[in-house]
């Protein structure tokens, strides 16, 4: 195998490519300028979304990353903080923006496997005192990302929204991989967003559209999104072309999510026994692989030249994520030349 036409790409679920199918939808779409009156197919994928997430309203976006900036700008005020898990997304990747844009700060809370507990969150919450910023929201990442794609099951869900409610604080969840989590729970992707107050799914994941997030939530918080997107460049005009291709997703990528999640197994169970590698069996599409005896960055390009990318994630960790690009032959062959490397 060499790099080029067959290179298995394992980096991201990011790196799929709309099919013809997707293509054609896309080139269908019936549009109208989204900043002056309004773009019937964003409409339509909005509406979609509310209802399937069970929410009031669901605002379209760009990126996860605005849509997760416009959540935090809606639910905190400048000198506050929001508690999230200490390897979140919105940690590693956004807390510049929260801090540059909203003058708000992330409180940090550590767990053994990326998976918040209502006794954790709670103790992470600020007492009121002038000598202490408030806590604004709570946030939680399902799937987590530099957890393997690990679930927060429902329960649990429900347990650290009862510890927000009490406090009287919103939860934001963070859901770039929230089809991952319910598929994993065998759960309708509503039952997990409705226990959110702000909800961020995105469609540019595991279900292969080129761009394209929704923030979901109450009608008048949402109002005021629209106002904060806008500051931040969101304004999109014709976005029915990119509506198109998430419409289409939500109708023939989400129900085959799962079959990415039986393709990450694939993966973990051709290296579980690998005397150089430790791993957790995955829930949903990513894999871990920590490495005994190899640096991540070396490794890296030995799989690299067999023909097989990754990411690395840590100075003796590498990431594989599977995704709708990738068949289960396709992986069980990359699995054997990640074992043939790391020998
Ligand atoms: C990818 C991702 C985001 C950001 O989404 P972009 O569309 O890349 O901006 C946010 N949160 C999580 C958990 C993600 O995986």
Known sequence: MTLGGDVIDLRSDTVTKPSEEMRRAIARAEVGDDV?????????????VAELLGHETALFFPTGTQANQVAIGLLARPGTEIVVEADAHLLHYEQHGAAAIWGVQLAAVP???????????????????????????????????????????????????????DAGVPLLVDGARLWNAAAFLGVEPGRLATLGTLVMVSFSKGLGCPVG??????????EAGVVLRRRLGGGMRQSGILAAACLYALDHHLPRIVEDHATARVLADALADHPNVTLVAPETNIVMLDLKQHRAGEALEVIRAAGVLLSKFGPSRLRAVTHMGVTGEEVACAAEHIARALA
Do not use: F, Y
Not at 114 to 127: D, K, N
């Open 36 to 48: 002056l009156d309004g773009d019937p197919t964003t409409r339509r994928l909005e509406a979609r």
């Open 111 to 165: 767990t053994p496997e990326g998976v918040l507990t209502p006794t954790l969150v709670r103790e992470a919450l600020r007492p009121k005192s002038p000598d202490l910023p408030e806590t604004a929201a709570i946030a939680v990442e399902n799937s987590h990302n530099a957890a393997g794609g690990r679930v927060m099951d429902m329960a649990r869900m429900q347990s650290v929204r009862a510890v927000a409610d």
């Open 213 to 222: 997030s929704c923030l979901v939530g109450p009608k008048t918080l949402l």
